[in-house]
């Protein structure tokens, strides 16, 4: 057994998770050469990294002067996915790139090119992707076991308080030290629904089904730049994909989702039935199906990536090429839509909890769900249609719609 080198980019916040789960392995066939961030002592890993003499610094680009690692885990901001994936492969590492993959189509391309050109592996973060609940239900999808897919929709409210969009520089930014962040309700906390649906459909079990066209519709209640509400409605060669997620809440529902086939329904969290509170459910004519639970936060993309590495196994991995079709809804969405401000008259404050949130919203979105509607396709006043973008030969991002 081969032992591997680790390197991780990013330790605060979300990144302090990896390094949490790493120590928590008392295997000896691999090891943390160093750890990267520009304020380690904010993480909350940083005295355990000290007391084991975790070699610690401020950019990869000097961690590869003094080590090496077989490889990077890139956990930072958005806008550094590209560079640091890059700048690891230059440097002999396979990475293990947190989602999204990157900001832009262009970035992800830029990826992909230097992947091949120094042939490593790099997987992408996706938690769902790993999911053998997923993996197993992709499976029977693509041996057509359900028939064609017709429909695919997901609504996830998450509350989101106002110390959220506080906790770093860069949340809810579109851009930043000139440099795509493009942190969304949809690019962040939700984005692996929106993208587990655009796996499911996707011919092998690695990749995506690209998305051909999107019309989006992007809200806002918070002071941030991006937007913390959305709906969308995606089109690829062989179903429509529905996607709803707000922050703009003030109770959490879902993630709820309901994919409609020519043979079965597959639902997950569905309010009218009980079996699917947190589990996977086929519903053909005469019975049902259970495939069980998804575990969203579980840690496995860790383990599938070092053991691919560490041990010889060829598990499957979430590929650039499939993190670049909800980059490429990401992008057209901006394309499609301006970012309305909620009017005044629905918004709320809670004090106790910190959170902006918009009167009926939750209730509207449910209904738009339950319709296969976009917002302005339900007559609500603020509502406004955004233009359909074509993803054909989508290969540059310049700027969403002011």
Known sequence: ??????????????????????????????????????????????????????????????????????????????????????????????????????????????????????RKLVAVGFQWAYDPVF???????????????????????????????????????????????????????TSHFLHAMLFLIGNDLQNSITPKAVEAELYRVNKIESFDTCCMKIKTLSAEIMFYASHAVNELWGPQFAFDFEGAKIVYNDPEIPESQGKIIAIYKNRKEIYGPVEHGSMRKLWVVMENLGKGRNEPVCTLESALSQTLVINGAHESSEIIDFPEAVVKFDKDKSLFWVKGLSEFMKSCFEKNKLFSEMGISWAKHGRKIELDNYEFFKGGTK
């Open 1 to 118: 057994m081969k032992q591997i080198s680790v390197v991780l980019a990013g330790i605060g916040g979300y990144s302090a998770k990896y390094v949490e789960n790493i120590l928590k392995k008392t295997d000896s066939w691999f090891r943390i050469a160093g750890v990267v961030d520009p304020y380690p002592e904010k993480s909350t890993m940083y005295s355990r990294l000290e007391d084991m003499d975790i070699p610690i610094f401020k950019t990869l680009k000097e961690f590869y002067r003094h080590k090496k690692a077989d490889l990077a885990i890139i956990s930072s901001p958005i806008h550094y996915h590209c560079e640091q994936t890059c700048e690891a492969l230059e440097n002999g590492s396979n990475v293990l790139c947190e989602k999204p993959a990157a900001a832009t189509v262009q970035e992800i391309k830029e990826m992909i090119y230097q992947r091949e050109r120094h």
């Open 135 to 189: 993996l197993k239900l992709k499976q029977d999808v693509i041996a057509g076991k359900f028939g064609a897919p017709l429909r695919l929709k997901a609504l996830v409210l998450w509350p989101r308080d106002i110390f959220y969009y506080k906790r770093t520089s860069w949340a809810g930014r579109l851009i930043m030290n000139g440099k795509f962040v493009l942190d969304s309700v949809a690019n962040n906390a």
